[in-house]
Nanobody
């Protein structure tokens, strides 16, 4: 598998919060995207960050609830998830690639983590 690792998953009740972290081979000029996949559903992008500038993008389903940030000191990328809903239940993955001018759907994510489970109960 890839050279990044996720941590911080767990179980929480609806309305609660969790913070995921991604560490490893995070290129300072690249993009990092958080993905999730629920059982029986296709993988979807949750949001991404352009490491060089810190510019972030989010899926509509998580806007206003999730925040992606990069810690330059530790070179980790966190996904802060607030106001969690049962439909947020999924395996969450972080993925990165090489240098880029900006983040887009065409960006090639070549390093993937093993995933961390997030379960939100109602």
């Amino acid at each position: 598998q890839g050279q990044v690792q996720e941590s911080g998953g767990g179980s929480v009740q609806a309305g609660g919060s969790l913070r995921l972290s991604c560490s490893g081979a995070i290129d300072s000029l690249g993009c990092l995207r958080w993905f999730r996949q629920a059982p029986g559903k296709e993988r979807e992008g949750v949001g991404d960050i352009y490491i060089r500038t810190g510019i972030t993008n989010y899926a509509e389903s998580v806007k206003g609830r999730f925040t992606i940030s990069h810690d330059r000191a530790t070179n980790t990328v966190d996904l802060q998830m607030n106001s969690l809903k049962p439909e947020d239940t999924a395996m969450y993955y972080c993925a990165t690639g090489g240098p880029a001018a900006y983040c887009s759907d065409a960006y090639e994510y070549i390093h993937w983590g093993q995933g961390t489970q997030v379960t939100v109960s109602s």
